[in-house]
């Protein structure tokens, strides 16, 4: 009887994951039919180097197809205290912005001005380089009152439908 009740609960366990295969192998491979041809459609999550170097190199070519500069780039700083890890902030340069993407400080060292210290370092980097502003977004449960205090205009704020606290800020300042 143990036997047959270690059969069953393994024949179930077997039939779960492949229907978990099959429902997430539909909802990562979606197929289309475009001009009689097939056409596959994949979820990825990461992509592969090989990726990045063809989105980076069509991105050029049709921004310099338009007669506008691209230069791409993305950057980071970290603040550190020796070699203990405080925060980062990241993004991309491109046209003729700065987009910042995160900025994280670990929170125990939150309110000792080292988020304030890397959007300086963030404008003096790009500062004289021919670029006109920097942007970034946030959410209302975020941090939109530190970045007016770091000097940010708001644009404009998407409201959520649901939940206040997911208004999204879209925030600018201009060098």
């Known amino acids: 009887?143990?036997?047959f009740l270690l059969f069953l609960i393994i024949t179930i366990n077997i039939a779960l994951l492949c229907i978990i295969y099959?429902?997430?192998?539909?909802?990562?491979?979606?197929?289309?039919?475009?001009n009689k041809k097939m056409l596959n459609i994949?979820?990825?999550?990461?992509?592969?180097?090989e990726y990045y170097k063809i989105i980076d190199t069509e991105f050029n070519k049709f921004a310099?197809?338009?007669g506008v500069i691209c230069d791409y780039k993305s950057f980071s700083?970290?603040?550190?205290?020796?070699d203990k890890f405080l925060g980062?902030?990241?993004?991309?340069?491109?046209?003729?912005e700065v987009h910042i993407s995160d900025l994280i400080i670990l929170e125990q060292y939150r309110n000792k001005n080292i988020g304030s210290k890397l959007i300086e370092t963030v404008e003096e980097y790009f500062k004289n380089k021919?670029?006109?502003n920097i942007n970034l977004t946030t959410y209302s449960f975020q941090a939109p009152d530190f970045y007016k205090k770091c000097g940010f205009e708001i644009e404009f704020?998407?409201?959520?439908?649901?939940?206040?606290k997911l208004n999204k800020y879209f925030l600018v300042k201009y060098f």
């Open 22 to 34: 099959i429902v997430y192998y539909k909802m990562s491979n979606i197929k289309y039919e475009v």
């Open 88 to 96: 980062i902030i990241t993004g991309n340069s491109y046209y003729k």
């Open 77 to 82: 700083f970290i603040a550190k205290d020796d």
């Open 42 to 49: 994949e979820y990825k999550e990461d992509l592969n180097e």
């Open 1 to 3: 009887m143990v036997g």
């Open 130 to 132: 021919g670029f006109e």
């Open 157 to 164: 704020i998407r409201k959520s439908k649901e939940n206040p």
């Open 64 to 66: 310099t197809k338009n």
